[in-house]
Structure formats: C-alpha cells, structure tokens
C-alpha cells in the first residue's frame, strides 16, 4: 500500500503547491481541462465570490495532503 502526493503550479496564481489529485478544487481552463487551485487562492477568492452571491469554493480537508493509492 501506498501514497500519492501531487506537485503541481496553481492555475490562479501560477506557484507550485502539492495535493491530493482526487479532491483538489480545480477549475476549467480555456482548453476545458481541469486545473488545481491552491488554498490561499481559494481563501482569496471566497469573500468575492460571496460578496458576488456566488457560492464559496470548498475544499475536502484532505485536499492539500497526499492520498492512498487506492483513490487514484
């Protein structure tokens, strides 16, 4: 049994941080692909989207934390 850790560069702000592949917010990027956002851009973004009426993003708290294996 085993772990995975992802390490990857934030699609808002573009630095790198690491995740779990299978619960990291993500959003679309112009090519429709899936993109990971790091969580100081998520906690960014919140009080905007909400000031917008727009729902917050969430995140799993094993978001930013490796995964078994078994997940992927």
């Avoid at 299978?22 to 998520?42: F, H, L, M, W, Y």
């Amino acid at each position: 049994m085993g772990y995975a850790l992802v390490i990857g560069s934030c699609c808002a702000c573009g630095k790198p941080f690491s995740f779990n592949p299978v619960r990291v917010p993500s959003a679309r990027d112009s090519t429709g692909e899936r993109q990971p956002i790091c969580k100081g851009c998520v906690d960014r973004a919140n009080p905007e989207r909400i000031a917008k009426g727009l729902p917050p993003i969430t995140y799993a708290a094993d978001a930013y934390t490796f995964c078994d294996e078994g997940e992927l």
